[in-house]
């Protein structure tokens, strides 16, 4: 199976309300870092955690390295921040084992 | 599931020298990209290529680099010379389209340069 399963593979949200992203590890992992795509294709870095939790702006990040899993909370969604979102973990001394995506769309 | 594969994982050089960096990219896709990644830090944009060209470049993506498929084979990124500031991992990716239409990646290419 996946070593790194993401979930949903799809999501709608009306602008203003707020939702999470998943990904599930099925092995240790030393850190995650998620990245939205953005319409030229070219991936944004958004956050990059070996633990714990990170903020920016209306972004919130956790990775639970026990658990094995982390979240991206997309809190008072606006239009622009519709695009693929991915999460990749730290697998080994340096490979990068991405998510599947979620493709995340903002209505009006 | 589609791979993109890397070749070598794992190069180490020497400072002054060229390296060519190999991704197979998935087999009908038209767009590809190479990023880096410095140890312990964020995975950064280098390049994206469509049709034979350069769409998008980023600061990172210096003089000394070169990026070339000619006629299906790999996707190549040449580093010529090399200096011990490009030591890091190189992530290629390939997708069929550009319009949030997924990527996929290869595992990386760990470049030592000595």
């Known amino acids: 199976g996946d070593q790194v399963e993401q979930s949903p593979s799809a999501l709608s949200l009306h602008e203003g309300t707020s939702s999470a992203l998943r990904c599930n590890f099925t092995?240790?992992?030393?850190?995650v870092q998620w990245f939205r795509q953005n319409s030229r294709g070219s991936l944004i870095n958004l956050f990059y955690l070996a633990s714990g939790t990170k903020e920016n702006g209306r972004l919130k990040s956790a990775f639970d390295s026990k658990e094995l899993y982390s979240t991206l909370h997309i809190r008072d969604a606006q239009l622009e921040d519709s695009g693929t979102y991915f999460c990749a973990a730290e697998e080994g001394s340096w490979q990068l084992i991405f998510g599947s995506g979620t493709q995340l769309t903002v209505m009006p | 599931g589609p791979k993109v594969l890397q070749i070598p994982s794992h190069q180490i050089i020497d400072m002054g020298q060229m390296v060519t960096l190999n991704c197979d990219p998935v087999?009908?896709?038209?767009?590809f990209y190479w990023y880096k990644q410095i140890l312990g830090q964020q995975m950064e944009f280098l390049v994206n290529?469509?049709?034979?060209?350069?769409?998008?470049k980023s600061k990172l993506f210096k003089d000394q680099f070169s990026v070339e498929r000619p006629d299906g084979s790999y996707f190549t990124l040449k580093i010529q010379p090399t200096a011990l500031e490009d030591s890091a991992v190189y992530f290629c990716?390939?997708?069929?389209?550009?319009?949030?239409?997924?990527?996929?990646f290869g595992h990386g290419t760990k470049l030592s340069v000595l």
């Open positions: 092995t240790t992992t030393r850190s």
């Open positions: 290529f469509y049709n034979g060209k350069v769409m998008e």
């Open positions: 087999s009908n896709h038209l767009y």
């Open positions: 990716a390939s997708s069929f389209d550009r319009s949030n239409e997924r990527l996929f």
